[in-house]
């Protein structure tokens, strides 16, 4: 069959290729069939719980698990009575799979749920995955991690004691667009990426979690940074920085952001001699990702790291990608099909780790004013 380019692929001819396993490398859907996937399960869906009903579940990871394949919404976990039943109705969702944080653990005896979500603020996050680990659920968690390195070695040695898989809400691994970066990079059409920039940014004009040290870790850098990480890194094939420098910027709203940063300049040295260069910010908006090499470039104008609507130039020309579903529907899909057939997660919890040590370099360059080693 002849395959034309990723990049000019119509919503017909991408399911047409996803069935065919052509589209594999950009998406991570598998070309195997639901019916033969899910014969392991005796053609059950796995379980989906999510734990923290926020706007990022009720915008995103809700509607995406009505479009999943292998996976599918069996319950929710929340503080509110009132979300618990809201969800239940929008979802159908049996009274016995409604849970609270105090009742959580009671999901071990439940044959309903076979992952767990975790959709909280940060610093949450270890808590509600060695619990999940413990009742004997995979665990996703949401990125960043953790706000500790020696917090996500926990969550990592918890689910590997209880023998579930363990994987990082690194949506954008199952983005087309961030699938031609990481494409490059491994076969170097444009030779090394050898220059990056970026800038992740918004404005926040509300208190909230993401500006509390104690639940979030940190400010920008830890909520928006994490992106400029992720991509930086697939831009070197999955290579980590090996050093890092950091300045944070003055203040311009010294008494809304007193706990945490609120503009972040980092630089990172890779040991091919890459760079690169970005700036955090909840003070600015911006939403953009630059690498480039000797034979040509890829840049993400816009939207960068945004849901939908990304606005991607290649020196080769424009992409343009139409998809059948979100983001998170193909990475819930992909946890699923590794989880049911032995395969190895691309976004596990160590990559997770690899993004904390990372980021807690960043805080420590900007600290002493001095690189530091990753």
């Not at 239940?88 to 767990?116: C, H, M, Q, S, W």
């Not at 999940?132 to 917090?151: F, N, Q, W, Y």
């Not at 579930?164 to 030779?191: Q, T």
């Not at 700036?279 to 600015?284: C, D, I, K, L, P």
Request: a neutral charge; one cysteine or more; aromatic letters at 10%.
């Amino acid at each position: 069959m002849r395959i034309p380019p990723l990049n000019t692929l119509s919503r017909r001819d991408f399911v047409r290729l996803v069935s065919t396993g052509a589209a594999v490398m950009a998406t991570g859907i598998s070309p195997r069939s639901r019916a033969e996937i899910l014969s392991v399960n005796n053609g059950r869906p796995l379980g989906v719980v999510l734990l923290g009903l926020g706007r990022y579940s009720e915008g995103q990871l809700g509607p995406s698990l009505r479009e999943t394949r292998l996976c599918r919404l069996e319950g929710v976990v929340s503080g509110h009575p009132e979300k618990l039943a809201t969800w239940a109705k929008a979802y159908g969702l049996p009274e016995k799979n409604l849970y609270t944080y105090d009742n959580f653990d009671r999901i071990a005896d439940n044959p309903d749920i076979d992952i767990v979500y975790v959709v909280t603020p940060p610093a949450l996050h270890p808590k509600f995955a060695i619990q999940a680990a413990k009742a004997g659920k995979h665990v996703i968690s949401e990125k960043p991690l953790a706000t500790s390195v020696a917090d996500c070695e926990a969550m990592i040695a918890a689910c590997r004691e209880a023998k579930v898989r363990f994987s990082v809400g690194y949506r954008l691994f199952f983005d087309p667009y961030h699938g031609e970066l990481r494409r490059l990079a491994k076969e170097g059409d444009f030779r090394p990426l050898a220059k990056m920039t970026g800038d992740r940014g918004f404005v926040l004009g509300t208190r909230e979690w993401r500006i509390d040290k104690k639940l979030a870790g940190g400010g920008p850098m830890m909520d928006l940074g994490i992106y400029l990480i992720q991509a930086s890194c697939m831009a070197q094939n999955g290579a980590a920085p090996i050093a890092v420098t950091a300045r944070e910027l003055p203040k311009q709203r010294p008494e809304f952001f007193n706990e945490v940063e609120e503009t972040m300049q980092f630089s990172f040295e890779f040991e091919n001699h890459a760079r690169f260069d970005g700036v955090s910010s909840f003070n600015h908006a911006a939403d953009e990702f630059r690498a480039e090499g000797a034979r040509g470039w890829i840049d993400f104008e816009q939207n960068a790291f945004a849901y939908r609507g990304i606005v991607c130039e290649t020196s080769r020309g424009p992409l343009h990608y139409s998809l059948p579903a979100h983001q998170q529907a193909f990475q819930m899909d992909d946890f699923a099909e590794c989880i049911l057939t032995g395969r190895e997660t691309p976004v596990p919890g160590e990559m997770g780790l690899r993004d904390i040590r990372i980021l807690m370099a960043i805080y420590e360059a900007a600290r002493i004013g001095a690189k530091v080693v990753v």
